[in-house]
């Protein structure tokens, strides 16, 4: 198996690639009566101090180019040691995403601030959700702090 650990990192912690997909760079401003008002910039604050308190160090980008997005996925194999994914609108329609994801060897996490099963029809099929190892959906937020929970108790050496 490959070394995940991060050459920058301090010894010992393991590298979660952290990715936003389109539109999520408008958080705070785009519909904050579903989004909320929390800045893209304050979430990821938020998930990197968990990420530190987890043993973890966050790698995050955030892009509205599907392709950018499958070439970060494909950059993390074998250097990463998970994935948590908010892929904004590719979840209902990127099926390149989702064969980007399938070929990831560790866990995927993909994580959305609302609940799309709550909303229209067409946000309900999720293509991520087949390749990941779990979703975390509807909790604003806290979404990314659960998901890095759920990646370290995943990644942990045992």
């Given at each position: 198996?490959?070394?995940l650990?991060?050459?920058?990192?301090?010894?010992?912690?393991?590298?979660?690639?952290?990715?936003?997909?389109?539109?999520?760079?408008?958080?705070?401003?785009r519909?904050?009566?579903?989004?909320?008002?929390?800045?893209?910039?304050?979430?990821?604050?938020?998930?990197?101090?968990?990420?530190?308190?987890l043993g973890?160090?966050?790698?995050?980008?955030?892009?509205?180019?599907?392709?950018?997005?499958?070439?970060?996925?494909?950059?993390a194999?074998?250097?990463?040691?998970?994935?948590?994914?908010?892929?904004?609108?590719?979840?209902?329609?990127?099926w390149?995403?989702?064969?980007?994801?399938?070929?990831?060897?560790?866990?995927?996490?993909?994580?959305?601030?609302?609940n799309?099963?709550?909303?229209?029809?067409?946000?309900?099929?999720?293509?991520?959700?087949?390749?990941?190892?779990?979703?975390?959906?509807?909790?604003?937020?806290?979404?990314?702090?659960?998901a890095?929970?759920?990646?370290?108790?995943?990644?942990?050496?045992?």
């Amino acid at each position: 198996m490959p070394d995940l650990r991060s050459d920058e990192s301090p010894v010992g912690s393991l590298l979660v690639l952290l990715l936003h997909g389109p539109n999520l760079n408008l958080l705070g401003e785009r519909e904050p009566h579903v989004y909320g008002t929390t800045t893209l910039a304050d979430h990821v604050a938020t998930a990197r101090a968990c990420a530190a308190s987890l043993g973890l160090e966050l790698e995050d980008h955030q892009s509205n180019h599907e392709g950018e997005l499958i070439d970060l996925v494909h950059g993390a194999r074998g250097r990463c040691a998970a994935i948590v994914i908010n892929p904004g609108a590719f979840t209902h329609s990127s099926w390149a995403l989702h064969d980007a994801l399938a070929a990831f060897e560790g866990p995927v996490v993909e994580v959305h601030l609302s609940n799309p099963d709550a909303r229209e029809p067409w946000r309900r099929t999720s293509v991520v959700a087949p390749v990941a190892t779990g979703s975390i959906s509807g909790f604003g937020g806290i979404g990314y702090e659960l998901a890095l929970r759920a990646v370290a108790a995943r990644v942990a050496p045992t």
